[in-house]
């Protein structure tokens, strides 16, 4: 079992910043490939981003590309997405998720989940 943990989400104007952050627990973090992924109101889940086991890969949904990175820390079990240029249509329940293939891919098959960090961008 994984447990995830995402933090740093909130309110924020268009054009500004957020990091979030999700700590995991449990079994050896550095084995799993992680993702965020998004759902906005009336709307279904979402890739948002991934990074492999190593941080080596990275991959993202061609709506982020250019404004949003991923990355990881493996000594701190934790992987981070930090948003620039954040846009209205980011607003959505932001998630990361374990991908035990350790690929972190989109089509990956997440197994572990975290509970989920409200991000609203206003305009």
């Known amino acids: 079992q994984v447990q995830l943990v995402e933090s740093g989400g909130g309110l924020v104007q268009a054009g500004g910043s957020l990091r979030l952050s999700c700590a995991a627990s449990?079994?050896?973090?550095?084995?799993?490939?992680m993702g965020w992924f998004r759902q906005a109101p009336g709307k279904e889940r979402e890739f948002v981003a991934g990074?492999?086991?190593?941080?080596?890969?990275?991959y993202y949904a061609s709506s982020v590309k250019g404004r949003f990175t991923i990355s990881r820390d493996n000594a701190k079990n934790t992987v981070y997405l930090q948003m620039n240029s954040l846009k209205p249509e980011d607003t959505a329940v932001y998630y990361c998720?374990?991908?035990?293939?350790?690929?972190?891919?989109?089509?990956?098959?997440?197994?572990?989940w975290g509970q989920g960090t409200q991000v609203a961008v206003s305009s």
């Open positions: 998720a374990a991908d035990d293939s350790g690929y972190g891919l989109g089509y990956s098959r997440y197994d572990y």
């Open positions: 449990g079994r050896t973090f550095s084995n799993y490939g």
């Open positions: 990074v492999s086991w190593s941080g080596g890969r990275t």
